[in-house]
C-alpha cells in the first residue's frame, strides 16, 4: 500500500513559477516510477510527466514540456513537479500517481494509487 501526499499547490499569475512536491510513505519508493496528472473542471484528467524509477527517464505532455520539470529524490521518498512560465490553461488540481512498478504509462486507468491532488489556479 502507498500513499501519496500532494503540497504546493496555490495561486499565481501567468509567467509565473510554482513548485508542487508529492510525499510518498512506504520503503520501496525508489522501485516505482511516478507520475503527475491534471484535470481541470469539465474536463478529463490528463497525464502531465513522470519519471522513472532511477529518475533517469522523464516524460511530458507536448502542453508542458520547456516549461515543467520533474524530478524525484529517493532518500526523502518525494517526487517534485516544477513548474515555470505557468500559462492560465494550467490551471488544474494537480495528482500524482504510481503503480507500483518500474513502468511508464500514460493514461490515469493504469494507476493504482493516488494523491488527494492539490489546486493550481493561475490568474491572467
Known amino acids: 500500500q502507498v500513499q501519496l501526499v500532494e503540497s504546493g499547490g496555490g495561486l499565481v499569475q501567468a509567467g509565473g513559477s510554482l513548485r508542487l512536491s508529492c510525499a510518498a510513505s512506504g520503503r520501496t519508493f525508489s522501485n516505482y516510477a511516478m507520475a503527475w496528472f491534471r484535470q481541470a473542471p469539465g474536463k478529463a484528467r490528463e497525464f502531465v510527466a513522470a519519471?522513472?524509477?532511477?529518475?533517469?527517464?522523464?516524460y511530458y505532455a507536448d502542453s508542458v514540456k520547456g516549461r515543467f520539470t520533474i524530478s524525484r529524490d529517493n532518500v526523502k521518498s518525494t517526487v517534485y513537479l516544477q513548474m515555470n512560465s505557468l500559462k492560465p490553461e494550467d490551471t488544474a488540481v494537480y495528482y500524482c500517481a504510481t503503480r507500483q512498478s518500474g513502468s511508464i504509462y500514460y493514461t490515469p486507468v493504469n494507476y493504482a494509487y493516488w494523491g488527494q491532488g492539490t489546486q493550481v489556479t493561475v490568474s491572467s
Open positions: 519519471i522513472g524509477r532511477s529518475g533517469v527517464g522523464t
